[in-house]
């Protein structure tokens, strides 16, 4: 099982352009993105090693993606743990976007 207790809070990091998972206080995790108009386009989560396999992901994830339909963009999941994210939550199938050669393009110009 990859759920668990572990008591976390999810931020969104305007600046940095990421939402980070603190875990009393630290950060133990970020999933990030840049945007593309009204697109939102996650391409890299990570947790720290320390802190896998508590289900931190998950709740990230979740509270990114609650995060994104809330301010009314789309998901576009380059990340491939959001896209098999996205593959067991349906409910964001009307807010996410295919990863098309043209976003992955221009993700590759923003990241340098
Ligand atoms: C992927 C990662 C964020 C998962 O964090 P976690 O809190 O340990 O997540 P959980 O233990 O709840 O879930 C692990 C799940 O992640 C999946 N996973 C691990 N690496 C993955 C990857 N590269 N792409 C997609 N899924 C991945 C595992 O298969 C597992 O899936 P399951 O729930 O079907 O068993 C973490 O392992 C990590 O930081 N990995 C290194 C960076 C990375 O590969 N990021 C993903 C691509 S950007």
Redesign the pocket.
Same mark, same amino acid.
């Given at each position: 099982m990859?759920?668990?207790s572990t008591t976390a809070v999810v931020e969104r990091v305007d600046t940095e352009r990421r939402y980070e998972i603190l875990v009393e206080g630290r950060r133990v995790?970020l999933?990030a993105y840049r945007d593309l108009g009204g697109r939102r386009v996650f391409?890299?989560?990570?947790?720290?090693?320390a802190?896998?396999? +508590?289900?931190?992901? &998950? +709740?990230?994830v979740q509270q990114a993606l609650d995060d994104v339909r809330a301010s009314g963009m789309r998901i576009v999941p380059v990340? &491939?743990?959001?896209?098999?994210?996205l593959k067991?939550h349906d409910e964001f199938t009307d807010i996410t976007d295919r990863v098309t050669p043209d976003v992955l393009q221009w993700l590759k110009s923003q990241l340098g």
């Open positions: 990859s759920e668990s995790g999933t391409f890299h989560t990570e947790i720290d090693e802190f896998a396999g +508590q289900g931190l992901a &998950p +709740q990230l990340c &491939p743990y959001v896209a098999k994210f067991r």
